[in-house]
């Protein structure tokens, strides 16, 4: 007989009560150099992150000052050159000891850890293993079954925002020159909803900040962003602003303690004398998808306070003098405003009408205004509405374009927004393709391509049968599992060239292809000489950089190579689909030419080559920055929404009344999106596990159960289709009523492919209507 006992939790609960960073980090920092056995050589490319002469920190976009002399401490940094620099290594061999049915049993974090991948592999059906193939073969392969293709939109090619802008550049060159705008690329999961909604308001889907305006801001407002896990260098830049006497407002469903109080490892004597600086004064908790509702009823209120000013004769909040030169519509939106519902605008933000007025007044006493957002923003369905509200609260007092204000986007990955500005891109505009058919002669396709939902449908409906992966993780990062695995293993061939094994690989189509490349740590070499690559960070500024890392194997070709090596197979010299023949082999010898092709199609990009020689690089134009608005009036707009009643959520809660829960999905502090690092969330207090639920303890009351049981969670959408996710434990957590919190990937079964942002097309992964009934705990104690 079998032992019946039942498991026990993997890991346990308890609360963090510590400011963010400080010691705690260092030792975890301490923890990760071991586990992956970073060798003594590598240990310098800590070190070199982020300097004049190193390579840019592969972990988040946020910036760095000047790319500083002094070594810029960041711990989830270091994770994420630590899990590159790694000495473990997946060999052949490896690959002929494991069936990928086999692999397939393994977690997430079991695949991370087997280290870096290190010869190209093709899928062999009969044994189901992957089995070497040489480089030749690997692009014979894709190219065959391009040209086998009965027109280009049957393949899609998919970016993560690792890949620098030359080899982005390169590879959107490529699919266009193969006759396709099919470029889902993990920014639809991500700030599209910021790229999308900015154009209508500001006229371009940037940031308007730099690091220089951080300096002179006198209010923060940090809309649903965890930057003590997800950009740590940020907390440096607060506790500055904390410090100078900045107000610092944390706007978020959860109380994140690592916007609470910041021990900064850059400071000696904080650490020494283990004392912290406060960062957020006021924290305001809006339900899950609140924020367009909180965010016009702010606006409503300073109109409200504006009226009563202009009574008494006092000086005006609103500022006049920038409306009427730099802006149109304000008329129609304050019109809006005056007609809206203080009620539903309470009900709506689940925001009690004192904190709204609070928050006003703090808004109001700002003369120079920065609002930051991430993900809190970005994945619901009224993302964009929410993003054009923050930009007419921002421009009523005239809060973009001016020194110490502006809007401040935080972009995940470390080139994601270089990615978009090279051409990633599936809707380009009519004048980006004229000036490609000027610069390479041929006629790139005008009809917009698939982005990441819409390329998970055409795969499962048979529509899109070749898929190219350049970095990430698609089959988990995307919702909707169960249908996506479908969608790729439903394709001829997928592709992926990657640094580490992921389940991306193993769910594969007829034919797959595993492309091991160089990772930004690394020495590239081009014919004898070693090559930068450049990115440009979440401020917009450009910069160069070099590896300095011996790379994982002797076989590893860079993402640039494998590129243009695709390219030639495919497109050839004029044979193929090709009509020109590109220089393809040009441009992996020498990055530089390609530096000089992105500078031909982006006038903003001129003199680049000697503009990136510069230390620090340099910023490239964001013209609402100046400002100067790229919109069809030539000013910046004001955008009316009105608070949208009708939605399945609304429907789902007239269903189920107070047992529907709305569900966000957020990274733990061990984890790189789909890279799981290790199965602690140190701020949240989770250690040693990943299959919780953060939920209100009335809530916990109100289903009957208590903290530390286990459930099952069901998405309700009205399509028929079952999704669900079992086995999580429920841990009590101050996050408002009705709102749940869980991490990603794990939760990804559970939000339908339809569910998206309006406008933007992004995953709803922030808002999905779930039930949660008793369950049982999984056989790994909920890892
Ligand atoms: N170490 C590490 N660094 C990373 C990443 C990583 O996984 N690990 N990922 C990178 C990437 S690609 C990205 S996009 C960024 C992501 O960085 P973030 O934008 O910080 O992303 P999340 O972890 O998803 O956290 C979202 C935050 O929004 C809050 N939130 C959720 N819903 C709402 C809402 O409706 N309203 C408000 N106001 N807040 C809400 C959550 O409580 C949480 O604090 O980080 C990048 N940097
Ligand atoms: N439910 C839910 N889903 C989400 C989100 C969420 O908050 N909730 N967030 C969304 C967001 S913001 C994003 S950005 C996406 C992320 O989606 P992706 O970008 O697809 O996922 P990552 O986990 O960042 O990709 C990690 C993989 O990239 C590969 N890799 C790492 N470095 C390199 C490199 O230098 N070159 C190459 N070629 N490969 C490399 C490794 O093989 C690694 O396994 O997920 C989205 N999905
Ligand atoms: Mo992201």
């Given at each position: ?15 963090y009560t510590h400011p963010a960073a400080g010691w705690g980090a260092l030792k975890y920092v301490a923890l ?43 711990e ?152 003590a896990?997800?950009?740590p ?24 303690r690592g916007?609470?109080r910041f021990t900064?490892p ?5 650490m020494?004398?283990m004392?912290s ?392 502090h ?10 602690d969330?140190r701020y949240?207090?989770?250690f ?96």
């Amino acid at each position: 007989m079998e032992d019946s006992k039942p498991p026990a939790p993997a890991g346990k609960i308890e609360p963090y009560t510590h400011p963010a960073a400080g010691w705690g980090a260092l030792k975890y920092v301490a923890l990760n150099l071991f586990k992956e056995r970073v060798s003594g050589v590598n240990y310098k490319s800590l070190f070199a992150q982020n300097q004049p002469d190193g390579f840019d920190c592969p972990g988040c976009a946020w910036p760095d000052r000047e790319h500083g002399s002094t070594f810029e401490f960041c711990e989830n940094g270091v994770k994420a050159v630590a899990a590159e620099s790694t000495s473990k290594r997946v060999t052949a061999d490896f690959f002929a000891t494991h069936t990928v049915a086999e692999l397939l049993q393994q977690s997430d974090y079991e695949l991370e850890q087997h280290g870096r991948l290190t010869r190209p592999m093709r899928y062999d059906a009969d044994s189901d293993r992957y089995v070497p193939v040489s480089w030749h073969e690997a692009f014979a392969l894709v190219a065959r079954e391009l040209q086998a293709l009965d027109h280009p939109d049957q393949a899609a090619f998919y970016t993560s925002g690792r890949a620098s802008n030359e080899a982005a550049f390169l590879y959107q060159l490529f699919a266009r020159a193969y006759g396709t705008n099919n470029f889902p690329d993990c920014s639809n999961m991500c700030h599209e909803a910021t790229s999308r909604g900015l154009p209508g308001t500001v006229g371009i889907g940037k940031g308007t900040v730099t690091l220089d305006d951080f300096e002179h801001a006198d209010t923060l407002l940090i809309f649903g962003q965890n930057p003590a896990t997800n950009h740590p260098r940020m907390l440096g830049e607060l506790r500055e602003c904390a410090r100078r006497g900045a107000t610092i407002v944390s706007i978020n469903p959860l109380r994140e303690r690592g916007l609470e109080r910041f021990t900064s490892p850059q400071h000696p004597v904080e650490m020494l004398t283990m004392s912290s600086t406060p960062i957020s004064s006021m924290f305001i908790q809006p339900r899950l998808g609140g924020d367009f509702a909180l965010i016009k009823a702010l606006a409503k209120r300073l109109l409200e306070l504006d009226d009563h000013v202009q009574l008494d004769g006092g000086k005006r909040l609103l500022d006049l003098d920038f409306i009427a030169h730099h802006t149109t519509g304000f008329q129609e939106f304050a019109q809006d405003l005056r007609m809206e519902s203080w009620p539903l605008l309470i009900e709506e933000s689940g925001v009690p009408r004192e904190e709204i007025e609070k928050l006003a007044q703090v808004y109001i006493r700002g003369e120079r205004v920065i609002a930051t957002w991430g993900m809190g923003l970005t994945q619901h369905k009224n993302s964009v509405p929410t993003i054009q509200m923050l930009s007419n609260l921002m421009l009523m007092r005239g809060n973009i374009g001016r020194r110490g204000a502006g809007l401040c986007p935080v972009r995940g990955h470390s080139n994601v927004q270089g990615d978009r500005t090279v051409g990633i891109e599936e809707r380009p505009t009519e004048a980006f393709l004229d000036r490609m058919r000027e610069v390479f002669d041929f006629e790139p396709p005008r009809h917009h391509g698939y982005d990441v939902v819409a390329t998970i449908a055409a795969m499962a409906e048979g529509k899109v049968k070749v898929f190219v992966g350049l970095g990430g993780n698609f089959a988990v990062a995307t919702p909707d599992t169960p249908l996506t695995y479908k969608a790729l293993q439903s394709c001829e061939l997928t592709v992926h060239v990657a640094t580490k094994l992921n389940r991306s690989h193993l769910i594969h189509g007829r034919q797959a292809l595993i492309l091991p490349t160089l990772g930004r740590t690394e020495i590239d070499v081009q014919n004898g000489v070693p090559q930068g690559v450049t990115v440009e960070d979440s401020m917009s500024m450009v910069h160069i950089s070099y590896g300095i890392n011996k790379p994982a194997s002797e076989e590893l070709l860079s993402e640039i190579a494998i590129v243009s090596h695709m390219a030639e197979a495919t497109l050839g010299s004029g044979a193929g689909r090709g009509r020109h023949a590109l220089a393809w082999p040009d441009y992996r010898d020498d990055y530089a030419r390609i530096r000089d092709d992105i500078e031909k199609v982006f006038d903003d990009f001129y003199d680049y080559n000697a503009r990136v020689a510069v230390p620090g690089g340099f910023h490239l134009k964001v013209a609402s920055r100046e400002p100067e608005w790229n919109t069809a009036s030539g000013k910046a707009q004001f955008v009316p929404h009105a608070v949208e009643r009708d939605t399945p959520i609304a429907r789902a809660r007239i269903r189920y009344g107070e047992r529907l829960m709305v569900m966000m999905t957020t990274r733990s502090h061990d984890q790189y999106n789909t890279t799981i690092y290790a199965l602690d969330d140190r701020y949240r207090g989770v250690f040693g596990m990943r299959r919780v639920i953060f939920i209100n303890q009335a809530d916990i009351d109100m289903l009957g159960m208590k903290a530390g049981d286990w459930v099952d969670v069901r998405s309700v959408w009205d399509d028929g289709v079952e999704r669900r996710a079992d086995g999580f434990m429920l841990v009590a957590y101050d996050i408002p009523r009705g709102c749940i919190g869980a991490y990603y990937p794990e939760t990804n079964p559970l939000v339908p492919l339809s569910s998206v942002a309006d406008g933007a097309g992004t995953p709803t992964s922030k808002s999905i209507p779930v039930l949660l009934s008793p369950g049982v705990i999984p056989a790994n104690g909920g890892k």
